[in-house]
């Protein structure tokens, strides 16, 4: 079976959360990723080297503008990969504007890997309006925000600002646009240290960050510019480098194997997860809080330790439902990524499932429809519905999308779970799957072919993609152990 798991969470989000929190492209350059080298007057450019265990995967370039009105920002960051035993190359450019207090206003973001994608955002008082560009079309959603957010690469200027000293504290708002999560960023300067860069030892001031529960240390010179920045739990650091030594090419054979290092092992092997019917595992070094632990066949038996209970859901002993469901209306609704009432979803739920009214079976129609509909291609993308349909291709987050999409459409509530995956029983990895509401909400994996999923679907999320950088807090940190398990009679 291939680890054809999630390249979002782990790449877009931790990625787009931990490099630079944020990442952006101006409205100028269209859709071209091509970097201007050149610094406008007031001006000052910053090339980073972007390394996961001692391993150069990338670089980030940032240019600061210093205007009567505030900063303006851009970003370019461009990681090589191996994704699914493939080199990947992923690029966000961002162009972003603050105000004088250094309040994001307004920002753009190019994300581009196979294919390209663009979101816009506008604050306007206490708003914020969201605007992607799908297949043609714009899509606008509109967020109630409690403050102003700021945005990473100002907070050397938020401290300089605010004449931060040793000691001092401050929790700020922040919005991400790459996961388009609202939060509070926590900072706080701890004064002037030793740090080892790249094996030679410079003297900055320590910054620490903790947002949306990930930890990071942030060293800057006298200056305000950074110095090195690193996530412990990530093996992750971002390093001041010249021009020529961030551009130095990363060779294909050389590419870092992510989610290969990121998975969690386990110390003993257990069957195969499709052979089972019940599991039972703890989990250590996790912070629940935030976390969607719970729900109809992933059971919270304790919390000290956290031991969760998982059993294969028994189809045969749901209820007959016939479509459209009328109950759990909200997962029948369009979102700007799953656009469910656009007539190309409408018609492609409608292709799989023909005349069929009874839920189970036609929830076993489109987990089966998707499978074979999408060819399995690594992908870091911010996926949307018409977007895969249209390329019918992608990783679990595409499948994901575009299932739940065709089941809302057919008026089956759907939602998205994500989370982690035991895959051939030795080891779990970063993914993406579904549930449906067949009068209990079932696990169902499209990537998989398996309806419903099997008891190795560990759930930690559920919701969209800003309600899934919630598993930043636990990459790098969890560990799971074994405590029971039941092989199917069947087998």
Same mark, same amino acid.
């Given at each position: 079976m291939?680890k054809?798991?999630?390249?979002?969470i782990?790449?877009?989000?931790?990625?787009?959360?931990a490099?630079y929190f944020?990442?952006r492209l101006?409205p100028k350059?269209?859709?071209?990723?091509q970097l201007?080298?050149e610094t406008p007057?007031?001006?000052e450019?910053e090339?980073s080297?972007i390394?996961?265990?001692n391993?150069k995967v990338g670089?980030?370039?940032s240019r600061?503008?210093?205007?009567?009105?505030g900063?303006?920002?851009?970003?370019i960051?461009?990681?090589t990969l191996?994704m699914m035993t493939?080199?990947?190359?992923l690029?966000?450019?961002i162009?972003?504007?603050?105000d004088?207090?250094?309040?994001?206003?307004?920002?753009?973001?190019?994300l581009?890997n196979?294919?390209?994608?663009?979101l816009?955002?506008?604050i306007?008082?206490?708003?914020?309006y969201?605007?992607?560009f799908i297949?043609?079309?714009?899509?606008?959603q509109?967020?109630?925000l409690?403050?102003?957010?700021?945005?990473p690469?100002?907070l050397p200027e938020?401290?300089?600002?605010?004449?931060?000293?040793?000691?001092?504290?401050?929790?700020?708002?922040y919005?991400?646009?790459t996961?388009?999560?609202?939060?509070?960023a926590r900072l706080?300067?701890v004064?002037?240290?030793k740090?080892?860069?790249?094996?030679?030892?410079?003297e900055g001031?320590?910054?620490?960050?903790?947002?949306?529960?990930?930890?990071?240390i942030?060293w800057?010179?006298?200056?305000?510019q950074?110095?090195k920045q690193?996530?412990?739990a990530?093996?992750?650091?971002?390093i001041r480098?010249?021009?020529?030594?961030?551009?130095?090419?990363?060779?294909?054979a050389d590419?870092?194997?992510l989610?290969s $290092?990121?998975s969690?092992?386990?110390? =003993?092997?257990?069957?195969?997860p499709?052979?089972?019917d019940?599991? +039972?595992?703890s %989990? @250590?070094?996790?912070d629940t809080g935030?976390?969607?632990?719970?729900?109809?066949?992933q059971?919270?038996?304790?919390?000290?330790?956290?031991t969760?209970? $998982?059993?294969?859901?028994?189809?045969e =002993?749901?209820p007959?439902?016939?479509?459209?469901?009328?109950?759990e +209306?909200?997962? %029948? @609704?369009?979102?700007?990524?799953?656009?469910c009432?656009d007539?190309?979803?409408?018609k492609?739920?409608k292709d799989?499932?023909?005349?069929e009214k009874?839920?189970?079976?036609a929830?076993a129609?489109l987990?089966?429809?998707?499978?074979k509909?999408l060819?399995?291609d690594p992908?870091?993308?911010?996926?949307?519905?018409?977007?895969?349909?249209?390329?019918?291709k992608g990783?679990?987050?595409?499948h994901?999308i575009?299932?739940t999409?065709?089941?809302?459409?057919?008026?089956i509530?759907?939602k998205?779970?994500v989370g982690?995956?035991?895959?051939?029983g030795?080891?779990?990895?970063y993914?993406?799957w579904?549930?449906?509401?067949l009068?209990?909400?079932?696990?169902v994996d499209?990537?998989f072919?398996?309806?419903?999923?099997?008891v190795?679907?560990l759930?930690l999320?559920e919701?969209?993609i800003s309600?899934?950088?919630?598993?930043l807090?636990?990459v790098?940190k969890?560990?799971?152990e074994?405590l029971d398990f039941h092989?199917s009679?069947s087998?």
């Open positions: 291939k054809n798991i999630t390249i979002t782990i790449i877009v989000i931790i990625f787009g959360s490099v944020l990442t101006s350059t269209g859709s071209s990723l201007k080298v007057a007031g001006s450019e090339w080297g390394f996961i265990n391993n670089y980030s370039f600061i503008t210093r205007t009567d009105t900063l303006t920002v851009e970003n960051t461009r990681m191996f493939q080199p990947r190359t690029t966000t450019h162009f972003a504007r603050t004088r207090e250094y309040t994001l206003k307004d920002f753009s973001l190019i581009k196979t294919e390209e994608q663009r816009e955002g506008k306007e008082g206490n708003r914020l969201l605007t992607t297949q043609g079309k714009k899509y606008t509109t967020r109630e409690k403050e102003k957010p700021y945005f690469d100002a938020v401290i300089k600002k605010r004449g931060l000293k040793p000691g001092d504290e401050i929790t700020i708002p919005f991400d646009p996961t388009q999560s609202s939060t509070q706080k300067v004064g002037k240290e740090v080892d860069v790249l094996g030679r030892e410079m001031t320590r910054v620490e960050l903790d947002i949306m529960g990930m930890s990071s942030l800057i010179d006298d200056n305000y950074m110095i690193a996530v412990p990530m093996h992750m650091e971002t480098l010249s021009k020529t030594e961030a551009l130095a090419e990363i060779k294909p590419a870092f194997d989610l $290092f990121f969690v092992k386990l110390k =003993e092997p257990i069957p195969d499709r052979k089972l019940y599991l +039972k595992i %989990l @250590k070094n996790i935030g976390l969607d632990l719970v729900d109809d066949y059971i919270l038996v304790s919390d000290s330790p956290i969760l209970e $998982f059993r294969r859901p028994r189809i =002993e749901l007959v439902l016939t479509i459209p469901i009328q109950e +209306k909200e997962y %029948l @609704k369009p979102t700007v990524f799953i656009q009432r007539e190309k979803i409408i492609a739920a799989i499932i023909g005349d009874d839920a189970k079976m929830a129609k987990t089966d429809g998707v499978y509909m060819k399995k992908t870091a993308s911010l996926p949307s519905a018409l977007d895969v349909l249209a390329t019918k990783d679990c987050n595409e994901s575009l299932f999409a065709l089941a809302r459409a057919a008026g509530p759907a998205i779970y982690l995956i035991n895959l051939n030795s080891a779990y990895y993914h993406a579904c549930a449906v509401w009068g209990k909400w079932v696990p499209p990537t072919n398996q309806f419903p999923a099997d190795g679907h759930k999320k919701g969209g309600e899934q950088a919630g598993v807090k636990v790098g969890l560990t799971i074994v092989i009679d087998e």
